[in-house]
């Protein structure tokens, strides 16, 4: 069983930064690679949002992160990793990490992260 385990959100001021990070792990065996990794977010009441995408060599961002938020990944530790700077209230929601987890039993399976609070404080 693979889980996703987020983590790095929390409150923050207006202007400030956070790093958020989505690790592979499995209850037994081993994780060998994450595909594809994709950060969303959503608000009470809205709809959920991608955020920004890397998969292979390539990301994509939401227009509303272009140059604030990177998204990357360490494969040896397989994390995903968003960096988000330049923060606003608007950016305060529950961001959720979705993978493409290939192992050696499972082959590839898509997950889903628990999700992690950010709260930007005006």
């Known amino acids: 069983q693979v889980q996703l385990v987020e983590s790095g959100g929390g409150l923050v001021q207006a202007g400030g930064s956070l790093r958020l990070s989505c690790q592979a792990s499995?209850?037994?065996?081993?994780?060998?690679?994450?595909?594809?990794g994709t950060w969303y977010r959503q608000v009470p009441g809205k709809q959920r949002e991608m955020v920004a995408m890397i998969t292979g060599g390539s990301t994509d961002y939401a227009d509303f992160v272009k140059g604030r938020f990177t998204i990357s990944r360490d494969n040896h530790k397989i994390t995903v990793y968003l960096q988000m700077h330049s923060l606003s209230s608007e950016d305060t929601a529950v961001y959720s990490c979705n993978a493409d987890v290939w192992t050696p039993v499972n082959g590839e399976r898509n997950y889903w992260g628990q999700g992690t609070q950010v709260t930007v404080s005006s």
């Open positions: 499995v209850t037994s065996g081993s994780v060998f690679r994450i595909n594809r």
